[in-house]
């Protein structure tokens, strides 16, 4: 268990980008407490136990004491100055080992950016993006943005322009190594990927999803850890965006399941 306060801070000026607004100031002070428990065997090519945590992140409920019943004629720069949310974040993975070289592991997750006030609606900061490596546009990353991998697909195609305020994505890969030598481990898998995110809870269903499959490789290196390259394919069609789910190269960087 651990909790943590923060501050975030989040200046726009003559932003370009989908926001509602281009300038102003969102202020975020928050509180975050996780609890966990990992039994996992090993971290390289872990072949038994399972992996659980559960994060939850509040902001006060500034909307409470504003005195405040319409908000419909407020400008968003003040509508979020002070901004208000909750989110909940859960994480599981599995890894069940068939012989000391084969090994299955899955994973379940999702995420959720709640409101107290419908009339303020969801935070513009800190959304989901779903689909690609989970690592490119990190540069992007300026508002709060979580990244989160759908292999086969492109970066962030899977989830609304404005980001997503729930998501979830399940995996199971089949991996099998090639050597165990802790200095240069190596080892090829096939995966099995799906997930979706949604702009509301009203339209969440988690049987909804955007399926994906392909294979990989991972190799560590010394001084730099373990590095991937995998290769998916989307199942289904983005609309709007026929080109996202054409077979993807996807590159990581360290142990991300």
């Known amino acids: ?17 989908f926001f509602s607004f281009k300038d102003g100031t969102s202020n975020d002070f928050n509180l975050s407490a996780t609890i966990g428990r990992n039994s996992v065997d090993q971290p390289t090519f872990p072949r038994r136990g399972s992996y659980f945590s ?16 319409d908000y419909s004629n407020m400008e968003d720069q003040d509508k979020y100055k002070f ?15 068939f012989t000391d070289k084969l090994v299955l592991a899955t994973r379940m997750e999702m995420g959720y950016l709640g409101m107290y006030d419908k009339g303020i ?37 899977v989830s609304p322009q404005t980001g997503g305020t729930i998501y979830n994505r399940y995996t199971a890969e089949l991996r099998y190594a090639i050597s165990l030598n802790p200095a240069s481990t190596v080892y090829a898998l096939g995966f099995l990927e799906a997930g979706n995110a949604w702009d509301d809870f009203d339209y969440f269903n988690p049987f909804s999803v955007k399926r994906s499959a392909g294979v990989g490789v991972r190799i560590t290196i010394p ?22 789910n054409i077979g993807q190269f996807h590159f990581s960087i360290g142990q991300n399941f």
């Open 54 to 69: 559960l994060n939850a992140k509040f902001t006060p409920p500034y909307s409470l004491f504003d005195d405040i019943d």
């Open 83 to 97: 901004m208000e949310y909750y989110k909940w974040s859960f994480k599981s993975k599995w890894y069940s080992a």
């Open 121 to 157: 609606g969801a935070a513009p900061f800190g959304r989901f993006y779903l689909g690609g490596d989970g690592m490119s546009g990190m540069g992007y990353q300026f508002d709060g943005r979580e990244l989160i991998s759908l292999r086969g697909y492109s970066n962030n195609s």
């Open 223 to 244: 001084m730099m850890g373990l590095m991937g390259l995998d290769y998916g394919w989307g199942l289904d069609e983005i609309p709007g965006n026929p080109d996202a």
């Open 1 to 17: 268990f651990h909790s943590a306060l923060g501050f975030q801070q989040y200046k726009l000026e003559n932003s370009q980008s």
